[in-house]
């Protein structure tokens, strides 16, 4: 191939010439180039190698189905691997390269592959699992692990950075009336009839410019624009460089728009591409068609490419792509391009496979007629075509031509992905010789080419009628077809007995022999067929080489085409990156962060935050010098002395009012709350129907039919969704209704000897935080010194005299200054997770560690909790033998027989001497304990404590550090009868 | 009383216009000093509740679900079959007790966040997160949402031009990072508005 920029013609902008790099090499273009184009124009003609033979890969189309000219573009972080140079829109500064080669593609050692190549038909990676023949037969390799990584090496595509994707990416929704795919002169007619008709239209456009084959006819141009300028009066939202990648159910369109891809220096604020959800009404597919090659010896070869790639490079990028041109074809679509050529300067042979054309031969042409290409001769660059005729059912060599570009033609493949993603069959046309795309029992219409229309006059009609059918008008589409004179199937040229690499997949390096030999091996299913080539798995999809693929196939079973089958198209159509599909949910967005109203407040006091489901909550706030393990100790410390303020607004609340609301939770809880008097608070648990633990938490009786309940922060959302779940299923005839007011309130608890006096002096009322006033458990409403209205609770986790104090959340600031001032006085601190988890271990509460879905109420203790003489959820179930056997795992607590040490959460309990399997039982948490002075621990051990009466058990983790010696003890370790909690 | 601190306060003040230069295609602001009550009812106190909400905020009638209803004291947004919501400046008095049997008010004033988002290019903005069609015709000024933000429900509303969030308090700001963040590309100002009836409420 002899490629040169002409002095005129195309659709590239002389006036802005383009600096890109290609290999290091400094090249120019033309803004409106794609980097095929440039480089072409550039006459580079190795572009790439091939995947398993290191063959050199020059450009053979000027689209997606790119199969040659496979590149990596960008540095960096933003290297990009597998880019088709044909869809790359040519930038100022854009840093491209070759790719799996080495040195460069120009001069790859790796071509050293090819002359293996009888060693690596299709299979061999299976067949490399079979064990060196005669050493390892029948028993399998084990020398695979070390030749893995040599295959793994050798073949490939392009690497990706290792670096962070320093790009933006957003997801978006569009809805409209009928979505139209294809901006060619189908597609751009199907939009402008649906806007004039007054529907809301979305034209997606793959190109950076609208037109599709009539951006390759400088003939078309005044049609070409005044149709787009009209689609753009009538309203239609055009949306280019945007891929519909995939059609999902209810007419939901998957599109990837390339915002920024095209820019020398995109704005920060930017994001690379958007990631598009449209629902349409309707949708109308003008997606084109795609040309087809044919396989024969060296079809790969640089300088081999379909015919009318030939007229795009020529007529919209102004470039002549060889000097003498063979065109060989099967039908009419190939002759203008040649007639073009010819005009232009090169000198044009068609070589037609049928005996006469159907069109009339352009001025300057010659024709060979019945010759079908059969080997193209050079390496890196195309020198001659040996062309073949037909000898019976065979061929028979028919001389030679020289020339520089082979332009082949061996039909159209109408795009029928998209219709395919919807479960569309596709249905083989024996005259057309392509698959269309059979009915679908959605809105989706298929226009133009991508319906098998194959002339300009009818892809126009097509459109026009294809948009009244979905507007659900009554249309009359054109048949498909068009061409005077049939095509002549040709898929692939041999002759008998002579080996060629005549590739079927190219971006795979499946041959026709590969094809063959999957035959031979059994693999004649088209699934299988698929799965043991790696045929149309590239990242191309089969775009180029499944039809001839499957007519290969079906004639080594001597079927037609049809009965063999075709795959699936899935999405999507081209490929689409990750940070696509991610969008904004990245980093610190990966989920959503929940904040407590305190949380900036407890940042300033210098709070070390930690995840509590999607809460950020304050783990331990550390004094100058101080490390985790200092501040926890010398936290839980001050609130057992004197008083501790910790956030618990993340815990999770429910209002639940109406006046069934007491008999709602008494169903719910496994204790009563029928009963409960206003002004007070309760201790609830709640099972699941199976009978396990699902929540606990202390609920408010704030008014007659007005209740306050609280779950476990993790829980919240789970124990919401439960509640309303009994409500609209199970017992619709409650008048109850269920609100989270999670958010509604700051909560804080007051924990510690002085935590009355605390509370009292931010009070307006002192005494309402009497003991007389606010006796344990009690519930009242209260207002702050500054008129903020809240409630108190008389309720501890910590076992300490303790109140929550909650008020509206936009006053928790206000609130937790008032207190904060206060506790100061006492010497007071604020504590955090990890100090509130010591002092709960202390006194053998349980939380989400010990409550994990596994235990029964009386597994963690609770037993007394569970009514005897009411119905409540999970009842029924938790009475199940196996839940009452007498040794399942029981709560208790733990301590080091040596006090000195320590043992880890997560450790196996066993007995001594019989450290294996499950053990009897596990820790669920440990912590030191300043208040007795040693690490203790609370955990699940079988028949519980009782049962272990001095009896030593062995704390056992294996993975972390030494067995241990521990004591199995009560779980309340700390002020077993509460007297501190109710002084 | 003491001072207020939204949910928002500490990040809504960007000072300048940021992202893409030229006028801003989006104006996010905190809306403050409002109180939202939740006012519930029984199938068969419908009527009578919807009646009582909509004296409370002085409209014709309480409007119907996916609807809102402005009135000279407040704003009626249906969030769900049984259940209104009752916008009013924060100072106003609680509604009058109902009885458990008619129905139940519950105060979520500090419960939500509420985002007025603005500007040529507001529906874009909230459609890279909201999967809602909210073209003129389909999502008109009074239309009232229930949705999913990041995977957060919230309460979306269209009043004249503007769109209104509103968001669980404590996402909010997580959220509205989100928006800020994604509206960079149509240039952003944000800032906080005090809370006032809407012009053209039946006053």
């Not at chain 1, 008998?496 to 004649?524: I, Y």
């Not at chain 1, 210098?606 to 999607?614: F, R, V």
């Not at chain 2, 979520?108 to 603005?118: G, P």
């Amino acid at each position: 191939m002899t490629a040169r920029r002409l002095d005129q013609g195309g659709r590239i902008d002389r006036a802005t010439p383009l600096t890109f790099r290609w290999d290091g090499k400094e090249l120019t273009g033309y803004a409106g180039d794609t980097l095929a184009s440039a480089l072409m124009a550039n006459g580079e003609r190795v572009l790439g190698r091939s995947f398993k033979y290191h063959r050199p890969r020059g450009i053979m189309s000027a689209g997606v189905e790119e199969s040659g000219a496979i590149v990596s573009v960008g540095q960096g972080a933003r290297q990009e691997p597998n880019v088709k140079a044909t869809m790359q829109e040519l930038y100022e500064g854009l840093e491209t390269r070759g790719q799996n080669a080495w040195p460069n593609v120009r001069r790859d050692l790796g071509a050293v592959n090819g002359l293996f190549g009888r060693f690596l038909a299709a299979g061999f990676y299976y067949k490399t699992f079979m064990g060196v023949p005669l050493f390892e037969w029948g028993r399998g390799t084990g020398l695979w692990m070390k030749y893995e990584t040599l295959i793994r090496k050798a073949a490939g595509m392009g690497r990706a950075s290792r670096e962070a994707d320093p790009d933006q990416y957003d997801h978006a929704h569009a809805f409209c009336d009928v979505l139209v795919v294809g901006g060619g002169p189908a597609g751009l007619r199907a939009a402008l009839t649906a806007a004039e008709a007054g529907r809301d239209v979305i034209l997606v456009e793959q190109d950076f410019e609208l037109g599709g084959d009539l951006l390759n006819d400088p003939a078309g141009e005044a049609e070409r624009g005044a149709l787009v300028r009209s689609v753009e009066r009538a309203g239609v939202r055009v949306m280019t460089r945007t891929t519909a990648f995939g059609l999902y159910d209810m007419g939901v369109a998957g599109l990837v728009e390339r915002v920024s891809d095209h820019l020398s220096a995109p704005a920060a604020y930017l994001p690379r591409q958007r990631f598009w959800t449209v629902r349409a009404g309707a949708t109308v597919l003008a997606t084109g068609a795609l040309e087809r090659s044919v396989a024969f010896g060296g079809n790969d070869r640089p300088g081999v490419m379909t015919a009318n790639s030939g007229r795009s490079y020529l007529n919209r990028y102004g470039i002549l792509p060889g000097e003498r041109i063979v065109v060989a074809t099967t039908n009419d679509s190939a002759y203008v391009t040649a007639g073009e050529l010819a005009a232009a300067g090169a000198e044009v042979t068609i070589a037609e496979a049928r005996n006469a054309p159907g069109c009339e031969l352009p001025a300057g042409v010659t024709l060979r007629t019945g010759v079908a290409p059969l080997k193209a001769e050079g390496r890196s660059k195309l020198r001659a075509l040996r062309l073949a005729r037909p000898n019976g059912a065979g061929w028979q060599a028919a001389g030679r031509e020289a020339c520089d570009l082979l332009l082949v033609s061996g039909g159209w493949s109408p795009v029928v992905n998209l219709a395919s993603h919807r479960g569309v069959k596709p249905e083989w046309d024996a005259e057309l010789a392509c698959f269309l795309a059979g009915d679908c029992d959605e809105p989706v219409y298929m226009a133009g080419s991508a319906a098998g229309v194959w002339t300009r006059e009818a892809c126009e009609t097509s459109g026009v009628e294809v948009a009244k059918r979905a507007m659900g008008l009554a249309s009359n589409p054109p048949a498909a077809g068009g061409w005077t004179a049939p095509i002549r199937p040709l898929y692939e040229v041999r002759l008998p007995g002579r080996k060629a690499k005549a590739f079927v997949d190219p971006q795979h390096d499946v041959t026709c022999s590969d094809v063959r030999l999957a035959h031979q091996e059994g693999f004649v299913s088209v699934e299988h067929l698929k799965r043991y080539t790696t045929l149309g798995m590239a990242t191309d999809q089969g775009k180029m080489g499944n039809i001839i693929g499957l007519a290969l196939m079906a004639e080594a079973l001597g079927k037609e085409i049809p009965a063999v089958g075709t795959t699936r198209f899935r999405p999507p159509y081209t490929p689409v990156a990750i940070g696509a599909l991610a969008g904004r949910n990245v980093h610190g967005h990966f989920k959503p962060l929940r904040r407590t109203p305190l949380h900036d407040w407890n940042l300033r006091q210098g709070a070390t935050m930690t995840d509590a489901g999607l809460w950020h909550r304050p783990w331990y706030f550390a004094g100058p010098g101080e490390t985790l393990g200092d501040a926890y100790v010398r936290e839980a410390a001050t609130v057992r002395q004197t008083v501790g303020i910790c956030d618990v607004s993340s815990l999770g609340k429910i209002a639940v009012q109406g006046p069934d609301a007491a008999e709602f939770l008494n169903r719910v809880y496994t204790n009563g709350f029928a009963k409960l008097a206003i002004g007070k608070a309760r201790y609830g648990i709640m099972l699941r129907d199976d009978g396990m633990v699902m929540d606990d938490g202390t609920t408010w009786r704030i008014g007659e039919a007005d209740f306050l309940m609280t779950t476990t922060t993790t829980n919240a959302g789970r124990v919401m969704v439960w509640l309303e779940e009994l409500l609209q299923l199970r017992w619709p005839e409650l008048k109850v209704h269920v609100t989270s007011v999670t958010d509604q309130w700051a909560g804080v608890s007051v924990a510690g000897p002085k935590s009355r006096a605390v509370v009292a002096a931010c009070l307006r009322d002192p005494d309402s935080v009497s003991h007389e006033t606010l006796p344990f458990m009690g519930v009242a409403p209260v207002v702050l010194r500054d008129g903020t209205e809240g409630l108190i609770a008389r309720i501890s986790f910590s076992g300490e005299l303790a109140f929550e104090l909650y008020v509206p959340g936009n006053y928790g600031e206000a609130m937790m200054e008032q207190l904060w001032t206060a506790a100061a006085r006492h010497e007071g601190c604020l504590y955090g997770l990890e100090a509130l988890g010591t002092l709960r271990i202390e006194k053998g509460h349980v939380t989400g560690a010990e409550l994990d879905g596994r235990v029964t109420i009386r597994d963690a203790g609770l037993g007394g909790m569970a009514s005897t003489k009411k119905p409540y959820i999970g009842k029924a179930l938790q009475e199940r033998p196996e839940l009452q056997r007498p040794d399942r795992p029981r709560l208790v607590g733990i301590l080091p027989k040596d006090r000195s040490k320590t043992f880890n959460g997560g450790a196996l309990l066993c007995k001594p001497g019989a450290q294996s399997g499950f053990g009897e039982g596990w820790v669920t948490a440990v912590t030191h304990s300043p208040a007795l002075g040693h690490w203790i621990g609370l955990g699940y051990i079988s028949g519980g404590h009782d049962q272990w009466v001095g009896q030593l058990a062995i704390a056992a983790d294996p993975v972390r550090g030494e067995p241990v010696e521990v004591e199995i003890v009560s779980p309340h370790m700390f002020d077993p009868e509460g007297v501190r909690m109710h002084g | 009383m003491a001072d207020q601190v939204t949910a928002l306060r500490a990040y809504h003040d960007l000072g300048e216009k940021a992202g893409r230069p030229g006028p801003a295609g989006v104006t996010l602001r905190e809306v403050s000093g409002f109180s939202l009550t939740q006012i519930a009812c029984w199938p068969e106190t419908l009527t009578e509740v919807g009646a009582m909400a909509a004296q409370v905020a002085e409209c014709t009638e309480a409007p119907a679900p996916g609807q809102l209803a402005s009135g000279a004291q407040g704003m009626l947004l249906r969030v769900e079959p049984l259940k209104w919501w009752l916008i009013r400046e924060a100072d106003r008095q609680p509604i009058a007790d109902m009885a458990a049997e008619v129905g139940a008010a519950l105060d979520l004033s500090s419960a939500r966040t509420w985002v007025r988002v603005e500007g040529e290019d507001a529906s874009m903005l909230l459609n890279h997160f909201l999967p809602l069609d909210l073209r003129p015709q389909a999502f008109p000024p009074g239309s009232v949402a229930s949705t999913a933000f990041h995977h957060v429900g919230i309460t979306l509303w269209r009043s004249g031009e503007a769109f209104e969030l509103a968001l669980p308090r404590s996402f909010a700001a997580s959220l509205w990072e989100l928006l800020v963040d994604s509206a960079q590309q149509y240039g952003v100002v944000t800032g906080e508005v005090a809370y006032e009836l809407e012009e053209g409420s039946e006053k």
